[in-house]
């Protein structure tokens, strides 16, 4: 595994998927001409809106949202994640009809489906702003653990999914099964992001001694939405490497194997544990 740039989009998703699909692909053009060989993009990257209406139209939505990573990944030959988008339940039953499952899915520089994971934990909050998110009114929580992409050129590549990143036990089974690069692909709101999203992102990322790449979702989506930003790339100590900021646009750093080494040699806390639940 050699040194390569990867990068997180930042995105500001709406309840058009077509024009979602326009910025995704610019952003994604802009990462290529700057080098990066891995391509990122946030949670609802294709549809961020009114969740009735997501369920609704959920099967164009997750038609469109392959049918373009297939084809992106191919034109610019790049790995490039698609961080979140629904897919319909096949078969829905026991209060489970018309649900989707949050979806991530990594795709091949030849169009090939490399792994896909379902969104385990779901956003059932409310907020002190006065925000109150049920993610699992219209989202099935996967069931089948995040998988690692092992991969000779970019790595043992985690997948997880914006919520996810305040569960360490699921980074820590990706750890053990032997990611050194984590994907966080985000909608983080606002509120709770000002004062959560890098510190949770820091904190994978030492405990793993690994990088994490975390794609955003920033601004207004709708009159009651609104996501915190701040695309970035960690490395392994806990450096933010990059940081897209408040605004649309793209953060690209270098990955480099040869600073995880560095870092699991002067660190080996994943080989001094003693506790497991």
């Known amino acids: 595994m050699k040194s390569y740039l990867a990068a997180a989009v930042q995105m500001t998703s709406i309840s058009d998927v077509d024009k979602n699909l326009a910025q995704a692909e610019d952003l994604i053009q802009l990462a290529v001409n700057r080098g990066a060989e891995l391509v990122c993009l946030p949670e ?13 139209l959920s099967t164009e939505i997750a038609e469109k949202s392959e049918k373009f990573l297939i084809t992106i990944a191919q034109r610019y030959q ?6 979140g988008f629904p897919v319909p339940v096949a078969n829905s039953s026991n209060g489970n009809q018309g649900k989707m499952y949050n979806t991530a899915l990594l795709i ?17 909050v409310n907020l002190p702003d006065g925000n109150t998110y049920q993610e699992s009114a219209t989202v099935l929580a996967g069931t089948e653990s995040p998988p690692v992409y092992v991969s000779e050129k970019y790595g043992n590549l985690g997948l997880s999914v914006c919520y996810d990143v305040r569960f360490p036990e699921l980074y820590r089974y990706l750890s053990n099964n032997g990611a050194n690069v984590l994907f966080v692909p985000a909608a983080f709101t606002a509120f709770t992001g000002k004062d959560h999203w890098q510190v949770l992102l820091q904190a994978r990322a030492i405990e793993n001694t690994s990088y994490v790449i975390a794609p955003a979702q920033v601004g207004m989506h709708t009159p009651r939405r609104q996501s915190h930003g701040h695309a970035m790339i960690v490395d392994p100590w806990g450096i933010v490497l990059a940081d897209a900021g408040d605004r649309i646009g793209v953060a690209i750093a270098e990955i480099q194997p040869s600073r995880i080494d560095q870092i699991r040699r002067q660190m080996p806390s994943l080989q001094h544990r003693t506790f497991s639940c």
């Not at 790049?78 to 961080?83: D, M, N, Q, T």
């Not at 490399?114 to 059932?124: I, S, V």
């Open 44 to 56: 609802n990257f294709s549809f961020l809106g009114d969740e009735m209406e997501k369920t609704k």
């Open 78 to 83: 790049i790995l490039l994640l698609g961080g």
């Open 108 to 124: 091949g520089r030849e169009g090939e489906e490399l792994a896909r994971y379902r969104k385990m934990h779901l956003f059932d």
